[in-house]
């Protein structure tokens, strides 16, 4: 294939994955808007189903509603979509006798994260204390599959740390190889781009996985909450976002591109930037910012993997690409502090989340996190590259503290991944029906 048809290929691939990412994604988080029976209500008779109304499109499929009666006896309903209203869900409902019932249901919103909530009425009379409330651990349980941290699920949140990170180690090093000063030490780029070629794709499709059993009710993958989860918003994109990787390694391993390579590897960092809660929460905002956070940040990455793979060239050359990492890497560290602090802005509520909640103390260690990585790269600058232009000077120092920077910044990236699956601080859901977000 000649290289203007790859150009033309590559451009193609990335336009059509924005438009179907961008289609579905410009809605808010998914709140409860209203709901038959109506929350605090008091109904004369039993009624025949329950209606749950959302801001927008719910996937009926990952959809569940409890019926919860006093005595504690919970009936499961068989939840489907209302035909006439996509936004809204039904579940029938056997006759009820008289007393307090308390509703809890469990959805998936745009940014893929399972919401919950619950809400009590009552049939005949507001006769003695209604059900008591799902406590936040077994709301948790119900939302957050195996595992959590910060109402976070561990293990999804821990695969897209991985899934991203390596995926920008990917984006980051490609970016050397094509655009070298010179001709670029292939043999040490290709040894280092090839394993994260074929390691990216699989761990966006572990990670994918994981995001489909954390968001399936009751967390069981069966044929059908894996046909809803890869037919929603959210499953189409990761669905993209794994089809550009494996062009990625398409390119690496077969066709030897590593500019064609690098488009479709940026192309599935900048459409992580419509996940998460940027899908959700002041997109037009928080997408680019984030989008642009990962495309800084993998620049970043890169260049410190790419002065490893350049560890055996003579000094002076060595040298030259040490000056030209420096240069990206302090451009890099502005961009990511500056689209990271937009996020964070358009996240939370108010400057005291940063104080109050979980989110916000995983933020504050992200800032700490830039800081300590920023103090390296002033290092490197004016204490250990200055020493490489002396005689019988060697890389090893460098090398030695650049390793110590990507372990930093791993631990960075993974607070990262860690972070899209915190639920942020925000106020509660206007709803009248006082449904509490538990994600
Ligand atoms: C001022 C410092 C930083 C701030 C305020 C910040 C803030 C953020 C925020 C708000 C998010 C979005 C999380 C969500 O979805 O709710 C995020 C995600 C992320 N950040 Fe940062 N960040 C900073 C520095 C860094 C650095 C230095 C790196 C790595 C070099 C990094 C890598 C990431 C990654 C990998 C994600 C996850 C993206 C995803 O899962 O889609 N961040 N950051």
């Known amino acids: 294939m000649r290289r203007g048809s790859h150009r033309a290929l590559a451009v193609a691939v990335l336009v059509a994955a924005f438009v179907h ?48 009666a006093s005595d504690g006896r919970v009936d499961r309903l068989h939840v489907a979509g209302d035909p006439r209203d996509v936004d809204a869900v039904i579940g029938a409902v056997h006759p009820l006798s008289p007393g307090g019932y308390r509703i809890v249901w469990h959805v998936v919103s745009a940014d893929g994260h399972p ?94 996985l994981a995001w489909c059993v954390n968001a399936a009710p009751e967390h069981r993958l069966t044929t059908d909450s894996i046909a809803s989860a890869i037919g929603s918003t959210v499953g189409r994109i990761e669905l993209w976002r794994l089809g550009l990787a494996f062009l990625a390694l ?42 642009l956070h990962l495309l800084a940040a993998s620049a970043w990455i890169g260049g410190l993997l790419w002065l490893l793979a350049c560890r055996a060239l003579a000094i002076e050359r060595f040298a030259r690409e040490a000056v030209r990492v420096s240069g990206v890497a302090l451009w890099a560290s502005l961009i990511v502090a500056a689209s990271g602090i937009a996020m964070a802005a358009v996240f939370l509520t108010s400057p005291w989340d940063l104080v109050h909640s979980a989110y916000g103390a995983l933020v504050i260690a992200k800032v700490l996190g830039l800081l300590a990585l920023m103090a390296f790269g002033g290092y490197h600058r004016f204490r250990v590259m200055p020493a490489l232009a002396r005689e019988n000077a060697t890389p090893s120092r460098m090398v030695m503290t650049v390793r110590r920077e990507l372990a930093t910044m791993v631990v960075v990236i993974l607070l990262g991944g860690l972070l899209a699956y915190v639920p942020p601080a925000r106020s509660p859901a206007s709803s009248p029906v006082a449904a509490s977000s538990s994600e």
């Open 115 to 208: 919401v919950g909530g619950s809400f009590v009425f009552w049939v005949g009379a507001r006769a003695g204390s209604p059900p008591p409330d799902v406590t936040d651990d077994e709301r948790t349980l119900n939302t957050a599959w195996g595992p959590t941290v910060a109402a976070a699920p561990l293990l999804p949140a821990l695969l897209r740390g991985v899934a991203i990170g390596v995926t920008m180690a990917l984006a980051g090093v490609l970016f050397f190889m094509a655009f070298a000063a010179s001709e670029p030490p292939s043999a040490a780029g290709d040894r280092l781009v090839r394993p994260l070629a074929v390691a990216a794709p699989l761990l966006l499709a572990l990670h994918a």
């Open 250 to 291: 398409w390119a690496v391993w077969l066709v030897r591109r590593p500019w064609l390579a690098l488009l479709f590897a940026a192309g599935a960092l900048a459409l992580s930037g419509a996940t998460g809660h940027s899908a959700a929460i002041t997109p037009l905002v928080a997408m680019p910012a984030r989008a």
């Open 21 to 68: 990412a961008a289609r579905g994604v410009l809605h808010a988080h998914a709140m409860l808007v209203s709901s038959e029976p109506a929350a605090e209500s008091v109904l004369a008779a039993s009624p025949t189903r329950v209606r749950l109304v959302f801001s927008e499109e719910i996937e009926p499929s990952l959809a569940h509603i409890d019926v919860v």
